[in-house]
């Protein structure tokens, strides 16, 4: 049902939600998506952060106790 709109039937909707909601509150929830986008990505970021700096607190040294004075 979907698949046939095309682009008359979608400059159609986006008219009517024009008139509907206003120009004003358009930019406003726009605003607030744009937000919402940010910080989703600034949490997956601080979560890989988190997540690599936990891994490398758990990496231990393998090195063998005899080769370690060797530089």
Known sequence: MLNNIGLPGILLIAVVVLVLFGRGKISSLMGEVGK???S???GVKEGAEELEQDASELA???TPETDKDKV
């Open 36 to 38: 919402g986008i940010t």
């Open 40 to 42: 989703f990505k600034k």
């Open 60 to 62: 231990k040294d393998v």
